[in-house]
């Protein structure tokens, strides 16, 4: 039968989860392979070319992560680890090694498949150059004019310092996943130092005050605590 939906890999070695994620995927459309170790993950991978995996990184013969750090030697299918573990750790390691998202089980469906759809949109504008400089981005009532380096809520200019307008322009542009500490550091200062949390935490304090974000509130960018920053997708 030939299909045209989106193809993703489920790598998950407990039954009852690999099957619900299936299911879960079906009902949404998706077309669904599954695998319950890393190398019938790797195997899979090579002959069904996914769209995107979702990997579990407790697996019974070599760690997700493993399989991670394999396929990025070559490609750049997106990939969400669904893990038990909660340690943060893991979740900085898997992004700082080309995962493209988290998520933590415990998890409800509906934010399950809102994450699989945002990491397929955020691939296919990068393959379509969609959010290159001279576009605008848009979320709510934020706008972002990348050719002029400005900013508006609500229509209202924001007066950001450089470094501030920067940080916001790189999250905006991977908006619905996380960015690591240290990935936003190295693109926007280069380099790494003992300052440089505390740095970008200051300007992301500076940044909030200037969106008119009141505490608890998301206002456009959450802090995935211990982990990094996550600029939000329209209307979440
Ligand atoms: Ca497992």
Not at 13 to 24: F, M, R
Not at 141 to 169: H, P, S, W
Request: charged share 30%.
């Amino acid at each position: 039968m030939i299909s045209n939906k989106y193809k993703i890999l489920v790598i998950e070695d407990e039954s009852n989860i690999k099957n619900l994620l299936k299911a879960l995927l079906e009902t949404s459309g998706y077309q669904v392979i599954t695998a319950k170790s890393c190398q019938s993950g790797q195997t899979q991978f090579i002959s069904h070319r996914p769209d995107l995996v979702i990997l579990d990184l407790g697996l019974p013969d070599f760690d997700g992560m493993t399989f991670l750090k394999e396929i990025r030697k070559e490609s750049l299918t997106p990939v969400i680890i669904v893990s038990a573990r909660s340690e943060d750790k893991d979740k900085v390691d898997a992004l700082d090694f080309g995962a493209n998202d988290y998520i933590t089980k415990p998890f409800s469906s509906a934010e399950l498949v809102a994450r699989v759809r945002s990491a397929l949109r955020n691939s296919r504008h990068s393959a379509d150059e969609g959010r290159l400089p001279g576009g605008k981005f848009e979320s709510d009532g934020l706008v972002i004019d990348y050719d002029a380096r400005r900013v508006f809520i609500d229509k209202k200019e924001i007066n950001l310092t450089q470094t501030e307008y920067n940080i916001i322009a790189l999250l905006s542009e991977y908006s619905g996943r996380v960015m690591t500490y240290a990935a936003i550091i190295k693109a926007i200062w280069g380099y790494v130092d003992i300052n440089s949390t505390k740095k970008l935490q200051v300007n992301m304090a500076n940044i909030r005050k200037k969106f008119g974000a009141k505490p608890g509130e998301k206002n456009y960018i959450v802090n995935e605590l211990g982990v990094g920053y996550r600029m939000c997708e329209r209307n979440e």
